[in-house]
C-alpha cells in the first residue's frame, strides 16, 4: 500500500463556476444551547474508546457508531446507545484472521430491519489484514460479508456504505484495484456476498485518487470523494452512475479561492439533488471551507474557515434540515481551553443557506464536563443533534454529546 502524505497545493484555474458566499468566521454568531455528554467510553473489555466515526439514528432515537480502539480484544467495537444515554456493546472485533479490526471514520448503515452495516480499514482473513465489509445484527451477531484481499478487488475501505432497496451495499476502498498506482475502487457487495467492482480510480485523465468518505445514493447514481487526484491533484467529488460511467463533477484548486483535500465524512445530499462536503484544508486562510455542489458541478463557496472563533478544519459529515441550513464540526478554532492546542479544541456550528455561521458549542477539551476531536453531527426530528468525540470525556477515551437548541 502506498504512502500517501498531505500537502498544500496552490490554488489553479477553476474549471467550474465558482461563487463564494462565506463571510469570514470571526464575525460569527454565538447561540446558547444545552450541551452535554450523553455517554464517556472507559476503554475495557466491555467498553471501546476513541470513536472516530460518526453516528446513525434508528427511528426509535436509538444511536449507532463505532469506536476504533477498546472492546473485548482491543480493536475496536460496535455500540449502540438509547436515547437517554445507556449503552449496549454489539460487538468487539477481534481482527485477523476471523474478524476485521480498528474501524476508522466510516458511520455505520442501517437497514429496515435493524440489521448494522459497516467496514473496517484491518483485519479480515487475508494476509496484509486489508479489511472488512461487516453485518451486526440487533442482538449482537456479527457476519463478515466480505473479506478484501488488497489486489483487484480493493483494499483498506475507509468510508462507509451506501444500501439501495434491494439490499445491495455500496462503497469505496482506498487502495487496490487494477491500476498500477493501487488508487482505489468503488464496488457493489449483494445480499448474497457477490462482490462487483464498479469503478477502478486512475483510469482516466484528471481522475480522484483514494476514496475515503461515504457515499451517498440518489437517482440511480452514487456520489463521493476522493482525497487526492483529480486536476491539482488535491481531490475530487465523483459522479458514478450505475451503470458504471463514472465523472469528475469538481477538481479542487485549493487556497485561497477553493478547498483541498475533503474532509473523511463524505457528502451529504439535500432533496434538489445538491451535495454538499467540506474540504479539510483550503479556502482563503487555508483552513478548510464548506461548499455546496449542483448536480451539474458548479461549486459554491459557503464558508471559509480560518481557525479563529468560528472554527478551523472541519470534520464529518455535515447534517441538513428542511429550512436548507447545516450543522457540522471543526477539528480545531474556538475558545476552547488549554486542554488542546493553543488555537482551540473545534466548534459545533451552524450555517445558514447565505452562508452566516452561528457557534453552538466551543469544545473545551475537558476530561470531565466535554471533550475534543469532533467527528460531526446526526440531527433527529426534534432538532437535536448528536456527535462522538476522538477524546476528552469522564475517562479521557471519548464521549458522545448531545445538542439541544
Known amino acids: 500500500m502506498r504512502c500517501k502524505t498531505v500537502l498544500l497545493v496552490a490554488a489553479m484555474a477553476l474549471n467550474v463556476p465558482l461563487v463564494v458566499l462565506g463571510q469570514s468566521v470571526e464575525s460569527a454568531e454565538s447561540q446558547p444551547g ?10 475495557s473489555s466491555s467498553d471501546g474508546c476513541n470513536p472516530q466515526s460518526g453516528l446513525v439514528l434508528d427511528r426509535a432515537g436509538n444511536l ?3 469506536t476504533s480502539e477498546g472492546g473485548e480484544f482491543g480493536e475496536g467495537t460496535v455500540f449502540e446507545l438509547s436515547p437517554s444515554g445507556a449503552e449496549t456493546l454489539l460487538h468487539s472485533f477481534a481482527g485477523s484472521p476471523s474478524d476485521g479490526g480498528f474501524p476508522g471514520n466510516a458511520s455505520l448503515t442501517l437497514d429496515p430491519a435493524g440489521n448494522i452495516y459497516g467496514t473496517t480499514n484491518y483485519g479480515g482473513d487475508q494476509d496484509l489484514s486489508p479489511g472488512t465489509v461487516f453485518e451486526v445484527t440487533p442482538s449482537g ?3 463478515i460479508l466480505w473479506n478484501f484481499t488488497g489486489g483487484t478487488d480493493g483494499g483498506n475501505p475507509l468510508g462507509g456504505l451506501a444500501r439501495d432497496n434491494a439490499g445491495n451495499l455500496y462503497g469505496t476502498a482506498s487502495t487496490g484495484g487494477e491500476n498500477v498506482y493501487d488508487q482505489g475502487v468503488v464496488f457493489r457487495l449483494t445480499s448474497s456476498g457477490t462482490q462487483t467492482v464498479l469503478y477502478n480510480f486512475g483510469s482516466s485523465p484528471n481522475d480522484g485518487d483514494f476514496p475515503t468518505g461515504n457515499l451517498a445514493l440518489a437517482s440511480r447514481a452514487l456520489y463521493g470523494t476522493t482525497t487526492y487526484g483529480g486536476a491539482t491533484g488535491i481531490g475530487t467529488v465523483f459522479k458514478l452512475t450505475l451503470t458504471e460511467i463514472e465523472s469528475v463533477l469538481h477538481s479542487f484548486n485549493g487556497y485561497p479561492t477553493d478547498g483541498a483535500f475533503p474532509s473523511g465524512g463524505g457528502l451529504s445530499l439535500d432533496r434538489s439533488g445538491n451535495l454538499y462536503g ?3 484544508y483550503g479556502g482563503t486562510s487555508g483552513q478548510g471551507m464548506v461548499f455546496k455542489l449542483t448536480s451539474a458541478g458548479a461549486e459554491s463557496v459557503l464558508l471559509n474557515f480560518n481557525g479563529g472563533s468560528g472554527g478551523g478544519y472541519p470534520t464529518g459529515v455535515l447534517a441538513i434540515d428542511g429550512a436548507g441550513n447545516l450543522y457540522g464540526t471543526t477539528f480545531r478554532g474556538g475558545l476552547g481551553g488549554s486542554n488542546c492546542y493553543s488555537n482551540g479544541c473545534g ?3 451552524k450555517l445558514s443557506p447565505s452562508g452566516r455561521e452561528t457557534v453552538l458549542h466551543d469544545f473545551s477539551g475537558s476530561s470531565t464536563s466535554d471533550g475534543a476531536s469532533p467527528n460531526g453531527v446526526v440531527r433527529d426530528s426534534s432538532g437535536n443533534l448528536y456527535g462522538t468525540l476522538g477524546g476528552g470525556g469522564a475517562y479521557g477515551c471519548g464521549a458522545v454529546f448531545k445538542y439541544t437548541p
Do not use: I, N, P
Open 64 to 66: 449507532y457508531g463505532t
Open 347 to 349: 466548534v459545533l456550528f
Open 278 to 280: 467540506a474540504t479539510y
Open 141 to 143: 451477531t456479527e457476519s
Open 34 to 43: 444545552t450541551y452535554s455528554l450523553l455517554y464517556s467510553f472507559q476503554r
